[in-house]
């Protein structure tokens, strides 16, 4: 098994920027994709950004890209997400997620195979 921490949620302006981190303990060598999802209250879970195990061909939504920037350190099994010029429309509960097999596009069209607990991001206008 797998378990996913997610820590650096918190408050900020609008223009803002937060780092998310997510560590990984566990079978960790099985994994190969790890990503970001989100969800809004009252709308559905949506992908955000995902990573392969190498890092390279990393996926971003539209509405992220240019403004975040995922890495991963697979010596600390840790993925974050660098959140840069926030908007109000990015308040969401951040959700780590990573799947043993899929690819960075596979891990946000499929069903990651671990998740975590969710970290609360807040953009103020």
């Known amino acids: 098994q797998v378990q996913l921490v997610e820590s650096g949620g918190g408050l900020v302006q609008a223009g803002g920027s937060l780092r998310l981190s997510c560590a990984a303990s566990g079978r960790t060598f099985r994994m190969n994709a790890m990503g970001w999802f989100r969800q809004a209250p009252g709308k559905e879970r949506e992908s955000v950004a995902a990573i392969s195990r190498s890092g390279d061909r990393p996926f971003y939504s539209d509405s992220v890209k240019g403004r975040f920037t995922i890495s991963r350190d697979n010596a600390k099994n840790t993925v974050y997400q660098q959140m840069d010029s926030l908007k109000p429309e990015d308040t969401a509960v951040y959700y780590c997620?990573?799947?043993?097999?899929?690819?960075?596009?596979?891990?946000?069209?499929?069903?990651?195979?671990?998740w975590g607990q969710g970290t609360q991001v807040t953009v103020s206008s």
């Open positions: 997620a990573a799947d043993q097999t899929a690819s960075p596009r596979g891990l946000v069209t499929g069903r990651p195979d671990y």
